[in-house]
């Protein structure tokens, strides 16, 4: 027998190396592929919405099936998985569901998803669980906590910074927006004695001197879930700082689409001054609404120790400002004080510190010809009733002249970005319901690429003859203030009724949500209300995933430089609650301007079905069109072609690769790729003991299950 057996491998052996094969292929490869996919079955809850739009904001393709509607898709084994080319595959490489069993008991959906859970180690992510042994955790009855944690500080543990959250410093505070609003509530409790959990996030248990769980790992029954026992909108702060660790744990840090934390702030007006609102009027004089005659304006204008101030602060922070300038500004200020600009002298001198944007020479209005005999102002017309339009030579003029007078004063342009003033020029609403006609014309005379437009107004990005729009959140902080008690009188006039002294604009418009009870303090209004206000804001956007930058004026810069608190608590609260390597990414225009367009592109091709993208093992491949960026977050070491892909990020490596049609193929690092499932290898998983999962007596828990037993 032992001589028979011989004679057989070589006479197999002699067979091989007669076909030319290579000597593995005697017997096939089972590793199975996974589809870099994930599945969202949603209840039609917050949480699960929540993971959805991380899902969409970062570009990672994910299928959503909603348990509410009737019809819909029935999740089994076939729905799951399949084979190609004679490879098992696993359409799914995370599974998302509102809790850890959403089904009814016995469900054969539910049975469905176990066992694809355990034969390709897709991990599954409980969006929003009660506490109990069925998630590895006791019911929060037997020690622990269920109830409100609106304003209570989490901390990520040591398991989590160094596993999925290593992106965060430590804490997780909980919004408290409103103390009369219960924000988040919550389930605090510890592992069920015996249960494979790792707690990586934990919040203290009132009353108590322990801790329990807010977000962890259960391994059990050859299957991994991410539990999670609080719940959460896609807004709430403690969900945007946990959503990237979320995503990395369930996809293993190998999915399509990246997600980064981008801050930019554009000052405009910068050379020019800007009128001061004033409080006995109501209005701005100077503006074109401000027809009192005994208005007088009042500018706002930088001083030399502005500017010193400004390059002092971007040193202690590590950040760029934007200037948007107005090279008239500082001309027809030397024509009015014989020759002298100390505030353009100090800026040109302290030029190289800042980047700058092409503002217009003067800041006109480059929309309709306005008139300002009613107001609010109109368009004015000819004698046959057609829009009278700023010309496109007055336009392009103002364009191009700005722009040499920036090159003479030796600032560093890039010539292709451009903000006008006010965004005038296209549509604003309700007088100019479209663009100027010789907009667009003007642009392309100058080849402006990128236009600054307001977010406010137009959300997202167009094309306005050979430009494309960069769109800008306005802050509330107001360009005719140069000074707090300003602010803070022109907010209170904003934001109260008519009766409390106010413009009313509340009461007309009940959707706006900045709107007072009462009038702020002018003395303290600023600092304990608008500041702490316009900081969650934008830090909300720096937490989104978005690039789109924010915008102030030169004013905020000067006098009491009230830009500043909120600048200030942006950054000094992003640098409390994240790890070294994942910084502020901070762009300007041009940059800002192509990332939203990749992004575009990006979600059309995945809405079209245009992309395809797997792993075997230690391979992630990508099938695009030719010309398509691609964007993946992967493990740092991750190579293309022999080359390191993308720039380290949050623990990882993540970026944009053209396409050029022919598959993608991207290297995991060795020690990215663990083994693989064990059921594609032939053996069954090892097991635990199941945990005690009897409820208590007269326990619900949030999805109907209860026991008299």
Known sequence: ?????????????????????????AHADTTPRIDLRVLVVSDGGPSTDAIAAELAAAGTPYTRIDLTQSGRTVIDADFLADTVDGRPRAKFQAVVLPNDNPFPAGSSEMAALAA???????????AYTYARPEAGLQYPVHGGYSGSIDGKRAEVTAAGKAGPFGYLDGAVPFEDNDPAIGESYAYLSKPVAGADFTPYVEAAIPGQSGKGTLVGEYRHDGRRELVVTFVYNRYQQQFRLLARGIVEWMTGGVHLGASRNYFAVHVDDVFAADDRWNSRLNCTPGDVDCTDPTATPDPIRMTPSDVDHAVEWQNGNQFTLDFAYNGAGSVDHREDNNGSDPLA????????????????????????????????????????????????????????????????????????ELVTGEHSGMKVLPQQPEDNPNLALALGDNDIAWLGSDNSREPGQRRVGPSTTVPRYPMNVFYNAGRAAEQVDEYNWI?????????????????????????????????????????????????????????????????DRIAYPVLDGVLDGYKALFSENTPVVNLRMRDIGAELGRRAKWQAALGAGEITAYRIGGTVTVDARDGLAVTATLPTGTT??????????????????????????????????????EAAAGTAPATRPAPDTRVPAGVTDPVGRTTDS
């Open 1 to 25: 027998m032992k001589r028979t057996t011989r004679t057989t491998v070589l006479t197999v052996g002699a067979l091989i190396a007669a076909l030319g094969l290579p000597a593995g292929a």
């Open 345 to 416: 002298d100090r800026l040109i001198a302290r030029r190289g510190e800042f980047r700058w944007i092409n503002h217009t020479y003067s800041h006109p209005f480059l929309g309709c010809v306005q008139d300002t005999t009613v107001v609010p102002w109109t368009c004015a017309t000819d004698a046959d009733g057609s829009t009278r339009w700023m010309s496109r030579n007055d336009i392009s003029d103002e364009i191009a002249i700005n722009r040499v007078w920036g090159v003479s004063a030796g600032l560093p342009l890039v010539n292709g």
């Open 116 to 126: 694809y859970e355990r034969t390709y180690d897709v991990p599954q992510v409980d």
């Open 640 to 677: 293309l072609a022999g080359a390191a892909f993308g720039e380290a990020y949050a623990g990882s490596v993540s970026g944009w690769t053209p396409s050029t049609g022919a598959p993608l193929a991207l290297t995991l690092p060795a020690s990215a790729v663990a083994p693989g499932p």
């Open 495 to 559: 934001y109260t009724s008519r009766a409390q002294g106010g413009s009313g604009i509340c009461e007309d418009n009940p959707a706006t949500t900045t709107c007072l009870p009462a009038p702020l303090d002018t003395a303290t209004g600023y600092a304990d209300h608008i500041v702490p206000l316009e900081t969650q804001i934008a830090l909300g956007h720096v937490l989104a995933n978005d690039p789109k930058p924010h915008f102030i004026h030169q004013s905020n810069l000067a006098e």
